[in-house]
T-cell receptor, first 111, second 113 residues
Framework: TQLLEQSPQFLSIQEGENLTVYCNSSSVFSSLQWYRQEPGEGPVLLVTVVTGGEVKKLKRLTFQFGDARKDSSLHITAAQPGDTGLYLCAGDSQGAQKLVFGQGTRLTINP | NAGVMQNPRHLVRRRGQEARLRCSPMKGHSHVYWYRQLPEEGLKFMVYLQKENIIDESGMPKERFSAEFPKEGPSILRIQQVVRGDSAAYFC???????????FGDGTRLSIL
């Protein structure tokens, strides 16, 4: 059974600080997605990483896929209250089509 | 430019009743996935369908749960004889092809009295 472990599960920091969220597994994934979920809504896709070592930037968010395609990180620079939310990583294996989700990181940015 | 549409958004059923959850994928998407999110837990895969075919139902409970994606109309997740433990948020996602990103609807929150 493939598992994705996210850490930390909860993170509360002040506006302007930097933070990193981790997503780790002992399994190899063909791709990994990061989603953000607001209360009462569905997950919204932020990014997909496919190649080992790949780095993608989305404004103040930087996503990295590990060289071995077993782990990923999300780094937010100068966090803002609007970044508050639940961040989910999800991986899929070649040919499997189903996504395996981490349990999420609930991020709170305090003004 | 409609996204994945799920209805109803909220559904209340008494124990023993049937629940029907509907999902219309994004325009042009023929691959549909259902996930369940229990309170304070992550999303868990249930079933993957293409038009008229169930491709992978490895995450579906063996009894009371079924899914379909007919040639015409939305995908349906059906839960018969609901129990309290079925209370959860059920999310549908769609993609336009294999190995393409999945886009999610806003879910159906099922409450069992």
């Amino acid at each position: 059974t493939q598992l994705l472990e996210q850490s930390p599960q909860f993170l509360s920091i002040q506006e302007g600080e930097n933070l990193t969220v981790y997503c780790n597994s002992s399994s190899v994934f063909s791709s990994l997605q990061w989603y953000r979920q607001e209360p009462g809504e569905g997950p919204v896709l932020l990014v997909t990483v496919v190649t080992g070592g790949e780095v993608k930037k989305l404004k103040r968010l930087t996503f990295q896929f590990g060289d071995a395609r077993k782990d990923s990180s999300l780094h937010i620079t100068a966090a803002q209250p609007g970044d508050t939310g639940l961040y989910l990583c999800a991986g899929d294996s070649q040919g499997a089509q189903k996504l395996v989700f981490g349990q999420g990181t609930r991020l709170t940015i305090n003004p | 430019n409609a996204g994945v549409m799920q209805n109803p958004r909220h559904l209340v059923r008494r124990r023993g009743q049937e629940a029907r959850l509907r999902c219309s994928p994004m325009k042009g998407h023929s691959h549909v996935y259902w996930y369940r999110q229990l309170p304070e837990e992550g999303l868990k895969f249930m079933v993957y369908l293409q038009k008229e075919n169930i491709i992978d139902e490895s995450g579906m409970p063996k009894e009371r749960f079924s899914a379909e994606f007919p040639k015409e109309g939305p995908s349906i997740l059906r839960i018969q004889q609901v129990v309290r433990g079925d209370s959860a948020a059920y999310f549908c996602a769609s993609s336009w092809d294999l190995n393409q990103p999945q886009h999610f609807g806003d879910g159906t929150r099922l409450s069992i009295l």
